[in-house]
T-cell receptor, first 112, second 111 residues
Framework: DAMVIQNPRYQVTQFGKPVTLSCSQTLNHNVMYWYQQKSSQAPKLLFHYYDKDFNNEADTPDNFQSRRPNTSFCFLDIRSPGLGDAAMYLC???????????FGQGTRLTVV | GENVEQHPSTLSVQEGDSAVIKCTYSDSASNYFPWYKQELGKRPQLIIDIRSNVGEKKDQRIAVTLNKTAKHFSLHITETQPEDSAVYFCAAPTGRRALTFGSGTRLQVQP
């Protein structure tokens, strides 16, 4: 039944050790987003794709990268996680611009 | 850059009262304005949205109003219930594309 699936739900990584978060969708939506949400804050947009057209926000740290190998999957790579990168990472999809965004359950990242 | 401002940051109401949350946006080209509800530990979920060609939209106890001239839109919840307690986020497209979220309003409905 799940339409936007994120794995894992919880990820613990060591300071400086690369980590990859994954997202898959069964909706065949054109747009996929990655948001970072820290405690008691709004989701902050990191990247988005329209199909293969990639866009990163101006203030997204270089430490963060993304890949979308096909319509269904999208990955968030954090090359050298710092303590400040601990957060909930939310993947979302939408059929196009200016349409409802469907969120996955998120991956809670802990950096130790 | 484009931004979305939301207030109040917290709102406490008695069960049965109404709640109003307001947002302003900066990009005059924005034409889609959703509201999301996020319960503790859960994903944001759309509760209502409005497009720029209408001024108001209702869905049972929830309504959204849009003033394009003033560049603000509001969420109205009537007859509030304890299960309405959550964080509510407004959003608007930036650069006419991806959604930027407001800072959120924590609504507490007191029984």
């Amino acid at each position: 039944d799940a339409m936007v699936i994120q794995n894992p739900r919880y990820q613990v990584t060591q300071f400086g050790k690369p980590v990859t978060l994954s997202c898959s969708q069964t909706l065949n939506h054109n747009v996929m987003y990655w948001y970072q949400q820290k405690s008691s804050q709004a989701p902050k947009l990191l990247f988005h794709y329209y199909d293969k057209d990639f866009n990163n926000e101006a203030d997204t740290p270089d430490n963060f990268q993304s890949r979308r190998p096909n319509t269904s999957f999208c990955f968030l790579d954090i090359r050298s996680p710092g303590l400040g990168d601990a957060a909930m990472y939310l993947c979302a999809t939408s059929i196009g611009w200016n349409t409802e965004a469907f969120f996955g359950q998120g991956t809670r990242l802990t950096v130790v | 850059g484009e931004n979305v401002e939301q207030h109040p940051s917290t709102l406490s109401v008695q069960e049965g009262d109404s709640a109003v949350i307001k947002c302003t946006y900066s990009d005059s080209a924005s034409n889609y304005f959703p509201w999301y509800k996020q319960e503790l530990g859960k994903r944001p979920q759309l509760i209502i949205d409005i497009r720029s060609n209408v001024g108001e939209k209702k869905d049972q106890r929830i309504a959204v109003t849009l003033n394009k001239t003033a560049k603000h839109f509001s969420l109205h919840i009537t007859e509030t219930q304890p299960e309405d307690s959550a964080v509510y986020f407004c959003a608007a497209p930036t650069g006419r594309r991806a959604l930027t979220f407001g800072s959120g309003t924590r609504l507490q409905v007191q029984p």
